[in-house]
Protein backbone atom coordinates (compact mmCIF):
# COMPACT_ATOMS: atom_id res chain seq x y z
CA UNK A 1 0.00 0.00 0.00
CA UNK A 2 3.01 2.37 -0.05
CA UNK A 3 2.30 3.39 -3.69
CA UNK A 4 -0.30 5.39 -2.34
CA UNK A 5 1.65 8.03 -0.25
CA UNK A 6 2.78 9.87 -3.26
CA UNK A 7 -0.37 10.13 -4.96
CA UNK A 8 -1.88 11.70 -1.99
CA UNK A 9 1.16 14.32 -0.81
CA UNK A 10 2.01 17.46 -1.43
CA UNK A 11 0.68 17.86 -5.04
CA UNK A 12 -2.68 16.12 -4.28
CA UNK A 13 -4.24 19.60 -4.17
CA UNK A 14 -2.87 20.52 -6.74
CA UNK A 15 -4.31 18.17 -9.42
CA UNK A 16 -7.52 19.18 -11.24
CA UNK A 17 -10.90 17.70 -9.59
CA UNK A 18 -11.04 15.48 -12.61
CA UNK A 19 -8.00 13.54 -11.89
CA UNK A 20 -8.75 13.72 -8.58
CA UNK A 21 -11.67 12.06 -8.95
CA UNK A 22 -10.65 9.64 -11.46
CA UNK A 23 -7.42 8.69 -9.26
CA UNK A 24 -10.01 7.91 -6.56
CA UNK A 25 -12.43 5.73 -8.66
CA UNK A 26 -9.11 3.57 -9.64
CA UNK A 27 -7.52 3.68 -6.17
CA UNK A 28 -10.31 2.53 -4.29
CA UNK A 29 -10.97 -1.00 -5.69
CA UNK A 30 -7.35 -1.69 -5.86
CA UNK A 31 -6.73 -0.34 -2.42
CA UNK A 32 -10.31 -2.69 -1.50
CA UNK A 33 -8.22 -6.31 -3.00
CA UNK A 34 -4.85 -5.35 -2.00
CA UNK A 35 -6.19 -5.35 1.45
CA UNK A 36 -8.37 -8.59 0.90
CA UNK A 37 -5.25 -10.26 -0.39
CA UNK A 38 -3.40 -9.24 2.50
CA UNK A 39 -6.34 -10.08 4.96
CA UNK A 40 -6.90 -13.72 3.38
CA UNK A 41 -4.86 -16.45 2.09
CA UNK A 42 -6.85 -17.14 -1.02
CA UNK A 43 -3.86 -19.41 -3.18
CA UNK A 44 -3.72 -22.07 -0.61
CA UNK A 45 -3.27 -23.02 3.39
CA UNK A 46 -5.81 -24.07 5.54
CA UNK A 47 -9.61 -22.62 5.34
CA UNK A 48 -11.23 -20.97 7.92
CA UNK A 49 -13.79 -24.05 8.97
CA UNK A 50 -17.65 -24.84 9.91
CA UNK A 51 -18.73 -26.38 12.10
CA UNK A 52 -21.58 -28.32 9.57
CA UNK A 53 -21.36 -31.67 7.32
CA UNK A 54 -20.65 -32.20 3.63
CA UNK A 55 -23.07 -31.10 1.28
CA UNK A 56 -24.23 -33.66 -1.61
CA UNK A 57 -21.12 -33.05 -3.73
CA UNK A 58 -19.02 -33.92 -0.80
CA UNK A 59 -17.49 -30.66 -0.45
CA UNK A 60 -16.38 -29.62 3.35
CA UNK A 61 -18.37 -26.31 4.99
CA UNK A 62 -16.13 -23.48 4.87
CA UNK A 63 -16.63 -19.66 6.25
CA UNK A 64 -13.69 -18.55 3.88
CA UNK A 65 -10.37 -18.78 2.94
CA UNK A 66 -7.53 -19.44 5.42
CA UNK A 67 -7.22 -15.63 6.98
CA UNK A 68 -3.20 -14.04 8.04
CA UNK A 69 -1.94 -12.97 11.49
CA UNK A 70 -3.12 -9.65 10.45
CA UNK A 71 -6.68 -10.93 10.26
CA UNK A 72 -6.67 -12.52 13.66
CA UNK A 73 -5.30 -9.25 15.54
CA UNK A 74 -7.86 -6.52 13.63
CA UNK A 75 -10.97 -9.05 13.56
CA UNK A 76 -11.01 -11.49 16.24
CA UNK A 77 -12.42 -14.58 15.83
CA UNK A 78 -16.14 -14.88 17.79
CA UNK A 79 -17.16 -18.29 16.96
CA UNK A 80 -16.70 -21.83 19.11
CA UNK A 81 -14.37 -21.43 20.99
CA UNK A 82 -11.81 -25.05 22.24
CA UNK A 83 -9.58 -24.84 24.79
CA UNK A 84 -6.45 -22.51 22.39
CA UNK A 85 -8.07 -21.69 19.48
CA UNK A 86 -11.73 -20.09 18.29
CA UNK A 87 -13.34 -20.53 15.28
CA UNK A 88 -14.89 -17.47 13.01
CA UNK A 89 -18.25 -17.81 12.28
CA UNK A 90 -18.97 -15.19 9.42
CA UNK A 91 -20.05 -12.89 11.41
CA UNK A 92 -17.03 -10.75 11.70
CA UNK A 93 -16.69 -7.19 10.26
CA UNK A 94 -14.00 -8.63 7.71
CA UNK A 95 -16.59 -11.28 6.73
CA UNK A 96 -18.81 -8.84 5.81
CA UNK A 97 -16.80 -6.50 4.35
CA UNK A 98 -14.71 -8.85 1.70
CA UNK A 99 -18.17 -11.03 1.39
CA UNK A 100 -17.68 -10.08 -2.29
CA UNK A 101 -14.80 -11.22 -2.88
CA UNK A 102 -15.26 -14.34 -0.64
CA UNK A 103 -18.01 -15.65 -3.00
CA UNK A 104 -16.00 -15.42 -5.65
CA UNK A 105 -13.32 -17.54 -4.35
CA UNK A 106 -16.41 -20.05 -3.50
CA UNK A 107 -17.60 -19.75 -7.26
CA UNK A 108 -13.48 -20.54 -8.44
CA UNK A 109 -13.17 -23.24 -10.65
CA UNK A 110 -11.99 -26.17 -8.55
CA UNK A 111 -13.07 -25.09 -5.04
CA UNK A 112 -13.65 -27.82 -2.59
CA UNK A 113 -15.55 -25.87 0.05
CA UNK A 114 -19.34 -24.17 0.12
CA UNK A 115 -20.19 -21.13 1.74
CA UNK A 116 -23.22 -22.39 4.59
Not at 38 to 49: A, E, K, M, R, T
Request: with cysteine.
Amino acid sequence: MLFVLPVVGVGWQKLPLVKQVGMALVLAPLLYLGTATILFHFWGGQVSPYTETRDRQQREPAVGPAVSWLTYVISPPQGPCCVLSCDYNGNEWVWKVYRPVVQLWFAAPGCRYYSP
